[in-house]
């Protein structure tokens, strides 16, 4: 079976910096499963904090997909998917990655979306866990890119806007009737002045909490240096805090793939 978690909330809240550092628990915790991450944000920096480089997103694909040969009209799925693996894959060391970006030229970007629920279809079943690091705000749910969901994490700030964009998501989620299993909360740099408030709007709006992630000065310090957060050091605020979470989803992951 794939365990598929998917990494959401408002911009600016940390999705990135969670969705690097849960894969890097995971890969250690299940060395020997197979990995599929996926950048569904069209403004794409997920590879930058996993230090991998890629030549062409979904995006760029769109572009080479709607140009191409008319003679395959009737197998658009299997030109499609002949594309994908040829050169939007990427081999990573031990997971796959894939880039939504986004379209050059003119177009719905909605087909991209389609493309992209295509390729998860087809793709997740070769793969132990998918990990999706999505869009900002609600798009990826209003454009039901994130469906058959085990585990959804919605990240907040300490801010009002950001709970109430988790507030809309977990709403959405449930009137797209979108497959989730479980939707938790993870508040990113958070300090314990402002915690306890924090919490009481969450529990308020009746969110499961899986745990805080404190600010960290070494993330914003590799950010601005160009380095990876994947390389971030063990005793890293963010990286012990991020490993409790893992440590928490862990007997979920299990009990599922019995």
Known sequence: MTFT??????????????????????????SGS??????????????????????????????EFIEGDPSLAGSKDLYFETLLYES??????????????RPEGPGCYCYVNHLLRH???????????????CEAGLEHLSRRTARNVDVMLITVDPSLRSIIT?????????????????????????SKMVLPRILEELVKREFKI????PEDPLVSEYDL?????????????????????VRRLVPLIDRSMR
């Open 5 to 30: 978690i998917t990494i959401t909330g408002k911009g600016g809240t940390g999705k990135t910096l969670l969705a690097t550092l849960v894969l890097r628990h995971l890969l250690d915790v299940y």
């Open 34 to 63: 197979s990995f599929l991450v996926v950048d569904a944000d069209s403004n794409t920096n997920l590879n930058r904090a996993l230090g991998i480089a890629f030549e062409k997103s979904l995006g760029d694909l769109r572009e």
């Open 88 to 101: 939007v894959l990427v081999e990573a060391d031990r997971y796959d990655f894939i880039a939504m970006g």
């Open 119 to 133: 390729a998860l279809d087809r793709l997740s079943r070769n793969y132990d866990f998918v990990i999706i690091d």
């Open 166 to 190: 988790a507030e809309r998501i977990k709403a959405l989620a449930s009137e797209l009737e979108v497959l989730v299993g479980d939707i938790y909360v993870v508040i990113n740099r958070v």
């Open 210 to 213: 899986i745990g805080t992630i």
């Open 225 to 245: 240096q160009g380095v990876p957060i994947m390389n971030l050091p063990g005793d890293s605020p963010a990286v012990q805090a991020t490993y409790e979470i």
